[in-house]
């Protein structure tokens, strides 16, 4: 009889997220009494064994090269005992045992152009999508259109004066990525036409699967020119982009009808009031790479009336509601459309719904 075989490992998945802790996390893990605020992207937790950690926070473009995080790298190494973390909106935060290296940490973020900042009543990263760069469904850019929104409201990161937190979001397309539908202003790609039916289809692609695909049923079996196609019953298509994914002759980008949406007021905490979906704020704004001059503006809108009149710790969305959705508009100059209005035939649930977990 032979000796048995080691196991063999046929799923190696991600390492244990506790190999990669800090030490004082993993020996306060579980018994982490109450964080204070420093400054601007700086928090300091304290663990009931009385252990200090300190967090700098720095906003980063989300698509990074190498070479950004080799220098991520370098500073962990130097400053924070190479202990690093992404958050969920792209931010990057330094873990430091020793408040003597704040200050240097920080100054060397900022002279790389890394600003300090995102935390409280800050606008915090975008939490975005892939965009041109990667997904095929996009309606718009994802980072590109990132960049120009911070860049506009580059000081909200820096300072924390606003009433409350203020989360943005960006999904290049309506299957959304990223949280569009739970944060405070939330940007989404939308398509306005369906996918365009390329003559290649019967070569390229297998019918039944494509007609499958469709989660509203809307492509049917079609004859085209004598051959095996399939048709696309407009009314029925919600321009999701599932039967592009599984056909290369269903195309839905469209540079003159594509364009992006502006949510506000969702979010996911329940402090002072139920979590809450975003929104419509304005159904259709232009796609205008490099810079989104309209969206940019909108967005930059919205953050300065809501600064201006929001009370404190007033998230977006309770503002809106305590001033009501037409003062809403006629503060933000917005047009209120018929698009505004949720005509869906599931509407009476749409309209009672928030993000609240039930059971
Ligand atoms: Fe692709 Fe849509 Fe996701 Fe953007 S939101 S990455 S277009 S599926
Ligand atoms: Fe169906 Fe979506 Fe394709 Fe429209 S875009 S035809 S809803 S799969």
Redesign the pocket.
């Known amino acids: 009889m032979t000796a048995s075989a080691e196991p063999r490992l046929t799923d190696i998945g991600p390492p244990h997220y506790e190999k990669y802790l800090h030490p004082l996390i993993k020996k306060n893990y579980g018994q982490w009494r109450y964080h204070e605020n420093l400054a601007p992207g700086v928090y300091c937790h304290i663990a009931e064994s009385g252990d200090r950690i300190y967090t700098v926070r720095a906003g980063t473009p989300r698509l990074l090269s190498i070479q950004t995080l080799r220098i991520f790298a370098g500073l962990a190494d130097k400053y924070s005992g190479g202990y690093l973390r992404f958050t969920s909106r792209n931010n990057l935060e330094f873990l430091l045992d020793d408040p003597a290296r704040i200050e240097p940490l920080k100054r060397e973020l900022i002279a790389l152009g890394y600003p300090v900042g995102g935390t409280n009543n800050a606008i915090s990263n975008i939490v975005h999508?892939?965009?041109w760069i990667?997904?095929?469904?996009?309606?718009t850019d994802?980072s590109g259109l990132v960049k120009c929104v911070m860049d506009a409201v580059y000081d909200r990161f820096t300072h924390e004066d606003l009433p409350a937190k203020l989360r943005i979001a960006v999904?290049?397309?309506?299957?959304?990525?990223?949280a569009v539908h739970c944060s405070d202003i939330a940007i989404l790609?939308v398509h306005r036409l369906p996918p365009k039916i390329q003559p290649t289809l019967t070569k390229v692609c297998e019918v039944p699967t494509l007609i499958a695909a469709c989660p509203t049923g809307a492509i049917r079996p079609a004859t085209v020119d004598g051959k095996n196609s399939v048709a696309v019953v407009e009314q029925q298509c919600m321009y999701c982009?599932n039967c592009y994914t599984v056909c290369s002759a269903m195309p839905m980008n469209d540079a003159d009808n594509d364009g992006l949406s502006i949510w506000v007021g969702g979010k996911v905490s329940n402090a002072r009031s139920a979590p809450k979906f975003s929104k419509l704020a304005i159904p259709f704004l232009p796609n205008h790479p490099p810079r989104w001059p309209e969206v940019v503006e909108a967005v930059v809108k919205i953050v300065e009336v809501y600064a201006q009149h929001a009370r404190k710790y007033e998230r977006v969305g309770e503002w809106i509601e305590r001033i009501g959705w037409p003062r809403f508009f006629q503060l933000t100059g917005f047009e209120f459309t018929r698009y505004h209005i949720d005509d869906f035939k599931h509407a009476a649930l749409t309209y009672a719904r928030s993000a609240h977990v039930r059971y």
């Open positions: 999508t892939q965009g990667h997904c095929h469904s996009s309606a994802a999904a290049c397309c309506l299957n959304m990525c990223g790609g982009g």
